[in-house]
């Protein structure tokens, strides 16, 4: 790994915390070669391949955005959301949000703002994206502790370096089913190398690797990807989980999760019906 600051781009997967940057003298050392291979060990092994990707556009600098106005947020709910109009071109205001409530908003677990002037507008969704943290999280109850995590998560995206423009992925849902607001969905995710143009980034806390998504979590991913999925006419061809994209090296969202999608996705499976 070069010993240099990575930009949001150049990153497969924001992972709750970021590791130490390790020089090239270290990596060639015994005690670099650990490090770096601790780290990497979370993000290896095999994959599903998608195809048809949006092409990326990662301009070096991007013009000032003025925050949006208050967000209309969601309910993870297995009633499906009104239709929303398709997302427009990228030249026009992104479409409006589907008209459901209940999402726990960005104000209510930190006061910080993105940095605006170096967001990238989302100008619509048309591809959604299921993560997991890759932090255990058995055991992890209440409100407060979620507030704790999003805030520690958020800090060490934000310390992977001065490009970085907020915590990466645009919801999180907690153990107990809750779903929050994470970046603005007006701009654009950091959860996908290469491909975070028009992407909704979606995570659930948890290391699905070590252990299973709770029930609850699970009910609400259901119901909140068909809300997304019906609001920005995204079909079911066009959801996916971290580890099926070409340019991610990852085990995320951990093989619990990853086969709940599979069987979530099919025909027969329960957000297929739902949609």
Known sequence: MPDQTLPESSISHPDAFAAPEVSRRAMLSGVGALAALAWLQGCSGSRKIAKDFPS???????????????????????????????????SRPQPPAPAVSGIIARSQWTRN???????????????????????????????????DRLNKIRRAHIDRGPTWVDIGYHYIIDPEGRVWEGRPVSIEG?????????NLGIMLMGNFMEHRPTQAQLNSLDGFLAAQMRGYRVPMNRVYTHREFRSASTECPGTNLQSYMLQTRSSRGRLARMV
Request: proline share 18%; charged share 10%; glycine share 6%.
């Open 190 to 198: 950091a959860h996908v190398a290469a491909t975070n143009d028009h």
């Open 113 to 147: 703002a993105p940095k605006w002037n170096l967001s990238k507008p989302m100008n619509g969704v048309g591809l959604i994206t299921v993560h997991h943290d890759a932090l255990n999280a058995s055991g992890m109850r209440g409100y407060q502790s979620s507030v």
């Open 56 to 90: 990326p556009v990662w301009p070096e600098k991007q013009a000032s955005l003025t925050p949006p106005p208050p967000t209309v947020y969601y309910q993870a709910s297995p009633t499906p959301a009104p239709s929303a109009p398709t997302p427009q071109p990228a």
